[in-house]
């Protein structure tokens, strides 16, 4: 046999074993890292209740009502509340306004910072909380109206609520 017509069978034992395959591939691998972060802010957010006195009889002459200021921050945040003066304020005083009824046009209330009903909550002033290892914490607002009359009627008020953290 001519030395020229074995190259060729040569070629093709070659390719059996892969060595000329075309496409052919060695594995292998590289590795990254995946640098993971995470930046926790003070933040904190409050839902606010609702101060209802009810329905009350015109012999009724001091009303008493609370309203919660339910505070959420991140965990050990301090904080401070205060209210404004309600869309009404007049005379030093905060009035609701007559929504339905007869006469008067406001009725005067108050709120107060304490259960004893003792220290008003001024307009822009404040009062200091925190939130916590929980994160939660509750504000009270008191509240309370005298000297109710024969003025029959509805009447309300806004108080806007500022958190500052």
Request: glycine share 14%; aromatic share 10%; charged share 10%.
């Amino acid at each position: 046999m001519a030395m020229g017509s074995r190259f060729p069978l040569f070629k093709l034992a070659l390719a059996g074993l892969g060595v000329f395959a075309p496409g052919a591939a060695h594995a292998g691998s590289s590795t990254g890292s995946l640098n993971v972060a995470l930046h926790i802010v003070k933040s904190c957010g409050m839902t606010v209740g609702r101060m209802d006195f009810g329905v009350v009889g015109f012999l009724t002459p001091t009303t008493d009502a609370t309203a919660p200021l339910n505070v959420t921050c991140t965990p050990n945040t301090p904080f401070t509340v205060a209210l404004d003066s309600g869309q009404n304020f007049a005379g030093g005083t905060r009035q609701m306004k007559r929504i339905s009824g007869i006469w008067p046009p406001t009725f005067p209330y108050q709120l107060y910072k304490d259960a004893g009903r003792t220290t008003v909550w001024a307009p822009g002033s404040t009062v200091a909380g925190n939130s916590g290892p929980t994160g939660t914490s509750t504000v009270p607002v008191y509240g309370r109206v005298t000297g109710l009359s024969l003025s029959l009627g509805s009447y309300a008020d806004t108080v806007v609520v500022t958190l500052t953290f």
